[in-house]
T-cell receptor, first 110, second 119 residues
């Protein structure tokens, strides 16, 4: 079973601060996705990274895929209350299955 | 356009009863996935279909769980003889197609889920 561990599990910060969320695995993934989930809703895809070492930017969010395609990070600059939510990484295996990480619950206080 | 819909949104049932959860995917989406999600955790894969064919059911916890997608569109997840440990949020997702080929990636669109409570 491929496991994805996210850290931290919970993060509470003030508006304007920067933060980084990590997603680590001992397995190699074909690609890795980051989702954001709000209460009462399903996860919504933010980005997919495919190539080892790849960096993608989405406004204030920067996503990086590790060189060995086993880990990833999400960095948010100048966090806003609207960024509050559950952030999930998910690895796509060669078996065409998405394995989700344990999640990071982010709270940005105004 | 319409997203993935699930029904019912909430289901309370007594232990030992059977339940059927329905998923209506986005029109034209080939692949359909079922997940179970605990509060504050990531979704846990149960099974998925391409068209009407069940491709992988390795995530189904035991033989009380089954799923079908007879016409390649709407899917039903059935839990027989429910137990309290089955209580969870059950989510469905669909995508244009499943798998990764030649660098092409796919996006899963998730439904709002069915909150199942077994008393």
């Amino acid at each position: 079973t491929q496991l994805l561990e996210q850290s931290p599990q919970f993060l509470s910060i003030q508006e304007g601060e920067n933060l980084t969320v990590y997603c680590n695995s001992s397995s190699v993934f074909s690609s890795l996705q980051w989702y954001r989930q709000e209460p009462g809703e399903g996860p919504v895809l933010l980005v997919t990274v495919v190539t080892g070492g790849e960096v993608k930017k989405l406004k204030r969010l920067t996503f990086q895929f590790g060189d060995a395609r086993k880990d990833s990070s999400l960095h948010i600059t100048a966090a806003q209350p609207g960024d509050t939510g559950l952030y999930l990484c998910a690895g796509l295996s060669s078996a065409r299955q998405l394995t989700f990480g344990s999640g990071t619950q982010l709270t940005v206080l105004p | 356009g319409a997203g993935v819909s699930q029904s019912p949104r909430y289901k309370v049932t007594k232990r030992g009863q059977d339940v059927a959860l329905r998923c209506d995917p986005i029109s034209g989406h080939v692949s359909l996935y079922w997940y179970r999600q605990a509060l504050g955790q990531g979704p846990e894969f149960l099974t998925y279909f391409n068209y009407e064919a069940q491709q992988d059911k390795s995530g189904l916890p035991n033989d009380r769980f089954s799923a079908e997608r007879p016409e390649g569109s709407i899917s039903t997840l059935t839990i027989q003889r429910t137990e309290q440990r089955d209580s969870a949020m059950y989510r469905c997702a669909s995508s244009l197609a499943g798998g990764l080929a030649g660098g092409w990636t796919y996006e899963q669109y998730f439904g709002p889920g069915t909150r199942l409570t077994v008393t």
